[in-house]
């Protein structure tokens, strides 16, 4: 949210605190725009990363104030990045955002100039950006695009690029990300601000900072700035891992919140608000709070389950009857698009109008409900030291049930009451009522189990015959689901019957798919191949429903948590019959081991007895979450896993 703020500078005006430019960072620029030199166009490999495609070479941003024409927020931006390989062509696609409120409130982007620099016929070759290939975007209802191209680019090409937004929103001090997707050899930051404006400083990620310092300085009109540098070296490209929620997470970057406007002679005005006041805006909210305090839209409707005595019953089929008559258009939101009655009759909406309406409902029906804000996996963290509606993008419901917190999302068909889609599975949620808030786990406690058992026939060629049935519950389950769902049943069953794999499923049969609280069961019989003859030594996986499965942690180091988003339960478990006239000569022997504080454990177990072979593995992930300290832990419980799984059996005909 972008907020005008014509009272104070009025204030600053009337107070006499003029100055032109407020900024006294004597330290020299680190790139100046059109200063290219013939090392950095003959180039050819970043040392530091020879694989790269591209590099930033210099990243280079500074903010400072001016009352040239009002009370403006400058922010000015350099670049220079080195084009490698031919994967790098598309750094030369630049892409300015800006905001724009109304004619009196808004960013504008000047100054836009970008050259390409090659190296041909033994000298450097400049070739200008013309302004007719600078181009404007809406991107969404206040953000807008300066969209432009470089020319003449190809490998080994220099790129400078600078432009600037003059802001009227001082509120928001230009955050700055240090990381890209590619390395970055300098990226520097300066900001200069008025020594009346307090500003919190947020900063994340696991790089280093090499430069961290402020200085003071004077204005024009008198009075004294804050003059901060940020410097990052030698950062390497940040790229996305295995179980992570988003990589802007992660990223090296700092960002700030204005706390305090304190004018001399005014009393001091605090900008930044409270927890409170954020739940307190949020209920008197048209779209938010003002929708749920209007009782009684649905009483037509709730009167269907008023003979339901049992709460977690009504609440079950209030649930499935919004699930069953609004559909989800894909998007989240915090606040709603308009009435709830008018978006009940649309039957189709935001997730923000699915959760209110499935709240005014529960709340109609007597049920005690609340929404709750949060942020998707894929929208980032929510940071909990100040509220910041920017950070939130979606709403759920809480319902009380049985003095427990039951939280709900009825945009999925497939998702049964109190089973979150993964992608809100992020950190908390801030659960708001008219008394106040509350932060609210999101994750839960409950396991997504996969079952597998069977009872296998191993015949004299080593092919296998026998019944399976595999079971998927939680968030497996709900996978299995939407995949029968998007081909159906009837097709989706021939599929896996016809599939080419190294055994056969004949009469594959689903159950419990419209059971939402229940796992999705697959039972089939099963056919290998074999060979044509008996063979003297059959070499017996114990895994074989399993498949071959690969170590997902194969960095030798991490630097970001491991997310699951769920905890999970893998359990194995077949019976063997061997051929007559065979008997086991070896047989892997079992273990049991578990990752420190019990957040994971593998048990795997065979015995041998007649001519049976019993096998059971069981692997838990009993905790969402492993941090980067936990990284190695992780890693080794999984190669071991996998090691042990892999081991056979022997079995070889008598003599």
Not at 33 to 55: F, H, N, R
Not at 193 to 203: L, Q
Not at 228 to 253: C, G, Q
């Amino acid at each position: 949210m972008r907020i005008s703020t014509p009272s104070v500078t009025s204030l600053l005006l009337l107070a006499g605190l003029l100055f032109s430019r407020v900024t006294a960072q004597a330290q020299e620029l680190p790139v100046k725009y059109g200063k290219v030199t013939e090392d950095e166009v003959k180039m050819k490999v970043y040392a530091k990363d020879t694989s790269a495609a591209a590099v930033y070479l210099v990243d280079y941003g500074e903010s400072y104030f001016s009352v040239t024409n009002g009370l403006k927020l400058v922010f000015e931006r350099t670049m220079r990045i080195k084009i490698l390989k031919k994967a790098g062509y598309d750094w030369a696609n630049v892409e300015v955002p800006y905001y724009y409120a109304n004619s009196s409130s808004k960013e504008y982007v000047s100054g836009i100039k970008a050259t390409t620099y090659n190296w041909e016929n033994g000298k450097m070759v400049a070739v200008k950006m013309d302004s007719k290939a600078i181009f404007e975007e809406k991107k969404s209802a206040n953000w807008n695009l300066k969209k432009f191209a470089l020319p003449a680019v190809k490998e080994g090409s220099v790129l400078d690029i600078t432009y600037t937004v003059t802001s009227d929103f001082f509120f928001n001090l230009q955050d700055w990300t240090f990381q890209h997707s590619i390395p970055t050899a300098h990226s520097e930051y300066r900001v200069s601000i008025p020594e009346y404006f307090d500003y919190k400083k947020y900063t994340q990620g696991y790089e280093p900072m090499r430069v961290n310092e402020t200085t003071r300085g004077n204005m024009n009109g008198g009075g004294a700035t804050n003059n901060h540098r940020w410097v990052m070296n030698d950062l390497p490209a940040i790229t996305s891992e295995a179980f992570i929620t988003t990589i802007d997470d992660y990223v090296s970057k700092i960002e700030f919140e204005l706390e305090w406007i304190r004018i001399p002679g005014e009393i001091h005005k605090r900008v930044s608000g409270s927890w409170d006041s954020f739940t307190k805006e949020l209920m008197a909210e048209e779209n938010f709070g003002g929708q749920l305090n209007r009782t009684g839209f649905f009483k037509s409707e709730v009167a269907a389950f008023a003979a339901i005595k049992d709460t977690l019953e009504r609440a079950t089929s209030i649930y499935n009857f919004v699930k069953d008559n609004v559909k989800w258009n894909e998007s989240g939101g915090v606040v709603t698009s308009g009435n709830l009655r008018k978006i009940f009759e649309k039957k189709t909406g935001s997730a923000a109008d699915i959760n209110l309406l499935l709240v005014a409902l529960l709340r109609d029906a007597g049920i005690e409900a609340y929404p709750v804000v949060m942020s998707t996996r894929d929208h980032g963290r929510i940071p909990l030291h100040s509220p910041l509606m920017t950070k939130f993008n979606y709403v759920i419901g809480c319902v009380k049930i049985g003095g427990k917190d039951v939280l709900v999302d009825a945009t999925d068909p497939m998702q049964p009451l109190g089973l979150l889609p993964k992608r809100c599975l992020n950190g908390q949620g801030w659960l708001v009522t008219k008394e106040g808030g509350a932060w609210v786990p999101l994750q839960t406690a409950e396991r997504t189990v996969e079952y597998i058992s069977a009872d296998l026939q191993v015949l004299p060629t080593g092919a296998l015959r026998g019944k399976v049935k595999e079971s998927s519950g939680g968030h497996a389950g709900v996978s299995l689901r939407h995949a029968v769902h998007e081909t159906g049943e009837s097709k989706y069953l021939e599929k896996l019957a016809q599939s080419q794999s190294k055994f056969e499923r004949k009469q594959p049969v689903l159950q419990n798919l419209k059971e939402l609280n229940r796992p999705v069961d697959l039972e089939y019989e099963l056919l290998s191949d074999g060979d044509a003859q008996p063979k003297d030594i059959i070499y017996l996986n114990p895994m074989v429903l399993k498949g071959t499965a690969e170590n997902p942690f194969k960095l030798a180091e991490r630097k970001y948590p491991v997310d699951f988003g769920f905890a999970k339960e893998d359990l194995y478990v077949c019976s063997f019959t061997i051929p007559e006239g065979y008997a086991v000569e070896e047989l892997p022997k079992a273990i049991i081991m578990s990752l420190p504080e019990n957040k994971g454990k593998f048990t795997y177990m065979l015995q041998a007895q007649g001519n049976k072979i019993q096998v059971m593995s069981k692997v838990t992930i009993a905790s969402p979450i492993f941090y980067a300290e936990e990284y190695e832990f992780l890693k080794s419980f999984y190669a071991q896993v996998l090691a042990k799984q892999a081991e056979q059996i022997v079995l070889r005909k008598k003599s």
